[in-house]
C-alpha cells in the first residue's frame, strides 16, 4: 500500500506558503498527498493590486480562490478537500469572530468533518500549525485544535462514530518553516559568499525581529529542487500574493545553497523514531 500524507490548512494559499515543496517532493516519491483546507478564504483581504481590479475580486472572492485554489493543486498535483467552514476574518484585538465563523463553531464539532476525512483518506501522516497556529489568526489557532483532536480521536471508535471506520494517524508533524535558524544560516551565506549582497541588509532586518523566537524543528525534509515549483502555487494564489510578496526576496538558487529545507516539528507520534529526522514517514512501514 501507498503512504499517505494530509496537511491541514486554515485557508486556501496557507498550503503553497507553508510547505508546497514537501508536498512535491513527497508526491515525487509515490506518496499520496492530501490538503485540507479548513475555510474558503472568503473574508481575506486583497492584497494584489491588479487582481483588486478584477470586478469578481470584489463580487465573487469565494469563487476567485476557489479558481486559484485549483490552480495551484494543478502545479503541485496533490488532492484537495474543503472543510466547509467560513473564513472568521481577522477582527481587531478584543472583537468578537463573526458568527458561525471557522472560529465561532466549537472544535469540538468541526472536528467531527475532519475526522470524516482522515477515516476516508487514512493518512500515515498529519501536517498542521503549531499551538499560536504559526502565527495568531483565530482560524489558524482553530485550525490548530481540530487537527489535534482528530490526531487524538480518529482511531476511537467511540468518537464521532457516524464519521466512518477508526484510522489512527502515526505521527503528528507542526510547520515549523520560517524559522530563526533558517534567516541565520541564510544570512551568514551570503556573508561568507556574497558579502556586497544587497539582501545582507534585508535578512539583518528579519533576524532582529526572529532572535527571540528559539528554533523548534525536528525534521528537516531536503526539498531545495521543489522550490521552483512551490512558488509556482504560491504565485497561483494571486489574490494574496503581489509580485513583491517577500515571500520571493531572496532567490531560491541562494537557499538551495544556504538552506535546501522546509522543517517540521514531531508533536506526537505512534512509532518509534529519532530525535531528529531527515523523513517525515521515518519509522513508519510501507504498507502499514
Known sequence: MTLRLI?????????SSKGAATYA????????????????????????????????????LAGLRREEMQNAQRIVGFEHRWLGYQDSGLPDEGDPV???SFADVPAE?????????VREFRPHVMITYNEQGGYPHPDHIRCHDVSRIAWERSGDPAAYP?????????KLYYEEIFNAERVNTVYQWLLDHE??????????????????????????????????????ALRAHASQVPPDS????????????????????????????????????????EGA
Open 195 to 232: 558579502p556586497e549582497s544587497p539582501l545582507i541588509e534585508q535578512l539583518s532586518e528579519v533576524r532582529e525581529r526572529m532572535s527571540k523566537r528559539a528554533y523548534r524543528g525536528t525534521a528537516k525534509i531536503e526539498v531545495g529542487r521543489f522550490f521552483d515549483q512551490r512558488d509556482e
Open 7 to 15: 496537511a491541514v490548512h486554515a485557508h486556501p494559499d496557507d498550503e
Open 246 to 285: 517577500a515571500f520571493f526576496f531572496w532567490p531560491n538558487e541562494l537557499q538551495r545553497q544556504a538552506w535546501p529545507f522546509e522543517d517540521y516539528r514531531l508533536a506526537a507520534s505512534r512509532v518509534a523514531t529519532s530525535e531528529f529526522e531527515a523523513d517525515l514517514f521515518q519509522g513508519i512501514e
Open 162 to 170: 457516524d464519521a466512518g471506520q477508526p484510522w489512527s494517524i502515526k
Open 98 to 100: 463573526p458568527p458561525g
Open 25 to 60: 517532493h513527497y508526491l515525487a516519491q509515490g506518496v499520496e498527498v492530501l490538503i485540507v483546507s479548513c475555510t474558503g478564504g472568503e473574508r481575506g483581504d486583497v492584497l494584489n493590486d491588479l487582481v483588486a481590479r478584477d470586478p469578481k475580486s470584489r463580487r465573487d
Open 109 to 117: 464539532v468541526s472536528a467531527e468533518a475532519l475526522v470524516r476525512v
